[in-house]
């Protein structure tokens, strides 16, 4: 498609916003139309991946991997995104195409209407284009300075180029950014198979809310722009043909212009950093519950252990008693075994008690250093000598 050229002169600034945003609509339209084509690299890549993606699947099934309904769910639901990304465009037009290219004009209009902003009945370019030719026509007659043929030229034409950056400059960079974004959409629909991909999936639909929402945003800046510049230059322009001074205009101007070309491209930034850092996540929905699952226990693995509360009074009793118990059955289990070994005449009752004194013996807290022979004094050796 091919767009209308830009000319030099009173009409260059309407000229060149038509032809970004038809330069921006034609790279999105035809731009997808060339990639999701049969014969492109990238349907054949598309088509490589959906090929892997079902045969992973089936060896999972093959090899009875533990699959509940919410994997299935999302594995069917990201089949059927994929194929409508990558190779329906009347589905994608309608989804996602016009959404993004006129959408925002639709809602910035409404909210210019209700707010009763300049341009907001779709006139923005044409009244955009009236600011510059004022501007043009105050760089010529200057404010009046004595001594000064050409006016501050300076300041206003310094003014204007601000302006004309301001403008052109944030627009162009949203609109080609919002084709080009369009435009890939068979590609990044391949990527949203695979978990290693679906991170760079993820990323291009927040820049896409971005784009959608600083469209809507630049569209708002220009309206309280015109606000402020239609009557400021109005009233200059009229007192310039009264051959009054504007000696203050140039640096008012100088600051307007400046202001709001600022003003346009920190909005771009805010509605980027709103995008990418909001904690919503396009492909949650497709998270299996393993992957649920892992990053709950590193969460539970990074988290300190919980300090455990001391036992109360009644547990320390029941501990005790329950122990009690046990050692007086382990004491009965002994004594009927000497007894059966008793009747038997076998002697072993004897050794089987020294066992269990050694045993006894043992338990005890340093029992196991204790000497076990005695150890005579030297007077007493002298004794039994003697």
């Known amino acids: 498609m091919a767009c209308a050229a830009v000319h030099t002169g009173d009409a260059f600034l309407a000229g060149a916003l038509a032809h970004i945003d038809c330069q921006a609509q034609a790279i999105g339209a035809y731009g997808f139309s060339a990639l999701a084509s049969p014969g492109s ?11 892997i993606f079902i045969a992973l699947f089936g060896i999972r099934v093959m090899l009875g991997h533990p699959m509940d309904r ?3 769910i999302g594995d069917v639901l990201k089949l059927g995104i994929m194929l409508t990304l990558a190779t329906s465009w009347p589905a994608w037009r309608i989804v996602g195409y016009d959404l993004v290219i006129q959408g925002p004009a639709q809602i910035a209009r409404a909210i210019g209407l209700g ?13 955009l284009q009236n600011i510059d030719r004022g501007l043009a026509a105050f760089n010529t007659i200057g404010s009046g300075r004595l001594g000064v043929a050409q006016g501050d030229w300076f300041q206003l034409g310094f003014a204007r180029s601000a302006f004309l950056t301001g403008t052109l400059g944030p627009l162009a960079l949203v609109r080609l950014t919002t084709g080009f974004l369009l435009a890939v959409t068979p590609l990044m629909a391949g990527l949203l198979l695979f978990g290693v991909t679906r991170g760079v999936f993820e990323g291009w ?24 510049l239609e009557p400021w230059l109005l009233d200059a322009l009229q007192r310039r043909a009264t051959e009054q001074q504007t000696l203050d205009a140039p640096v008012e101007i100088l ?41 709950r ?8 252990a919980p300090h455990h509360a001391e036992p109360s009074r009644g547990m320390v009793v029941a501990q005790s008693v329950s122990d009690n118990l046990r050692r007086e059955e382990r ?3 002994i004594s009927r075994t000497e007894g059966r ?45 003697t």
Do not use: C, K
Not at 41 to 51: E, K, M
């Open 205 to 228: 639909g927040r820049a896409l809310v971005t784009v959608f929402l600083a469209s809507i945003m630049l569209t708002v800046v220009y309206g309280v722009e015109l606000a402020m």
């Open 331 to 333: 004491l009965a289990n």
């Open 341 to 385: 070994r008793a009747d038997r005449g076998d002697g072993a009752p004897a050794t089987l008690a020294a066992q269990t004194a050694t045993q006894s013996n043992n338990e005890a807290l340093g029992g196991t250093w204790r000497r076990q022979s005695r150890r005579p004094s030297a007077a007493a050796r002298r004794r039994d000598q």
């Open 70 to 72: 919410r994997d299935i």
């Open 41 to 51: 690299p990238v349907s054949i890549a598309a088509t490589s991946l959906l090929t």
């Open 297 to 304: 226990e590193g969460r539970s693995s990074a988290s300190p």
């Open 115 to 127: 707010a009763g902003l300049p341009g907001s009945g779709g006139d923005l370019a044409a009244r």
């Open 255 to 295: 600051v307007a212009t400046l202001s709001f070309a600022v003003v346009a491209l920190l909005s771009i930034f805010v509605v980027a950093r709103l995008a990418f850092h909001a904690s919503f996540s396009f492909t949650a929905v497709f998270h299996g519950r393993s992957e649920h699952a892992e990053a």
